[in-house]
């Protein structure tokens, strides 16, 4: 299993950009699809985003498509997510996962999770 770190996460205003990064640890990242959920309190985690280890097929929630944008750099083991116009909804744990498959059916690596707070 790989080691995930999240980073990038804050508190910023409604409409503001954000962009979270997920470090990995280990030789395997460019193996492995990845991907981003969220858990908001009160709420079940949820699929955020993936992208598939080549980078080149990528797959959004509808809450987020059109604003946000997944990318991966297997040089330097990281992986992205940007997001652009960010709504007070969007305001949750964010959690970066690994999985084999890139629809990220049954992550088996997650990082800590970082908070995003989007203030109205």
């Known amino acids: 299993q790989a080691q995930l770190v999240e980073s990038g996460g804050g508190l910023v205003q409604a409409g503001a950009s954000l962009r979270l990064s997920c470090a990995a640890s280990g030789r395997t990242f460019s193996t492995y699809a990845m991907g981003w959920f969220r858990q908001a309190p009160g709420k079940e985690r949820e699929f955020v985003a993936a992208i598939n280890y080549r980078g080149t097929i990528t797959y959004y929630a509808d809450s987020v498509k059109g604003r946000s944008t997944i990318s991966r750099d297997n040089a330097k083991n990281t992986m992205y997510l940007q997001m652009n116009s960010l709504k007070p909804e969007d305001t949750a744990v964010y959690y970066c996962?690994?999985?084999?498959?890139?629809?990220?059916?049954?992550?088996?690596?997650w990082g800590q999770g970082i908070q995003v707070t989007v203030s109205s």
């Open positions: 996962a690994a999985d084999r498959i890139a629809t990220m059916p049954k992550p088996d690596s």
